[in-house]
């Protein structure tokens, strides 16, 4: 019998989290989700239950440094080995700059950067020993470049993205695949389909990024052979101007 396999996604929203746990549940991996709130994961873990796949959901602060700890070690013992972990909190928000307060700018930067740096220290621990694992945290375009009134989120995207870098450079050696894509673009979700309503129009021409093709693609990271690993890749509609 194959020796059970989990991935943990922190941030496992109503889109692209809930998209990626899925998509790997269909391939045999225990789900472990975490949002703030573990009522909000219920429906997410129904499905993938629903679907014959195994999900357990955890309400947990990414923030927190004794949750995040407590958390993976929680899976390693009850559930299953950590075989994959992927960051995907958001935190976008915008202000202009005589407008971002303090507790904005390190609220943001906590959410966005200060978790992954947890979830990353916190899963190699478990990995190392194993010489295997895929450290996945998802990038925006607020990682390449900053844009008028994101200083707090493009500051925090660009510091998870050097982050990234510097645990892919000591742990790829290692056996430990760390990757950072860049989703450059609108995403299927029903904050863009009330915000941006212009946008969510696209869709229907493939203009905006639907959830389970990003799944794919974070799939595809993970079954990538050591020959071939990529560390960070760009995602974008193909009428997304770049």
């Known amino acids: 019998m194959n020796e059970k396999k989990a991935i943990l996604v922190i941030g496992a ?11 790997f549940a269909r391939e ?18 129904n499905e993938i239950r629903n679907s014959g796949g ?9 923030r927190k440094e004794e949750e995040m ?5 929680k899976i390693e013992r009850e559930i299953a080995p950590i075989e994959v972990a992927v960051f995907n909190i958001g935190a976008n928000v915008r202000f202009p700059i005589t407008e ?6 390190q609220k943001v930067w906590e959410m966005a950067c200060f978790g992954g740096f947890l979830m990353g220290r916190e899963a190699a621990k478990v990995m190392l020993p194993r010489g295997r694992g895929t450290i996945i945290f998802t990038g925006a375009t607020a990682s390449l470049r900053g844009r008028e009134g994101f200083a707090a989120f493009a500051g925090a995207k660009h510091a998870l ?3 990234a870098q510097s645990m892919a450079r000591e742990l790829w050696p290692k056996g430990i695949h760390v990757a950072h894509p860049v ?12 915000t941006f309503p212009e946008r969510y129009q696209l869709k229907d021409q493939q203009g905006i990024l639907n959830p389970d093709s990003i799944a794919d693609a974070y799939w595809q990271i993970h079954m990538q052979p050591r020959d071939a ?14």
Do not use: N
Request: hydrophobic fraction near 40%; charge should be negative.
């Open 13 to 23: 929203g109503d889109a692209t989290g809930g998209a990626i746990a899925r998509r």
């Open 28 to 45: 045999g991996f225990v789900a472990c989700v975490t949002r703030r709130s573990e009522e909000k994961l219920q429906p997410l873990v």
């Open 54 to 62: 195994d999900a357990h959901g955890f309400g947990s602060d990414a």
């Open 69 to 73: 700890i407590g958390l993976i070690e």
């Open 100 to 105: 971002t307060t303090s507790r904005v700018y």
């Open 161 to 163: 993205r050097a982050l």
């Open 183 to 194: 989703i450059d673009g609108a995403i299927d979700t029903e904050f863009i389909r009330s």
């Open 229 to 242: 690993w990529t560390h960070e890749t760009e995602l974008r509609p193909w009428m997304e101007t770049w």
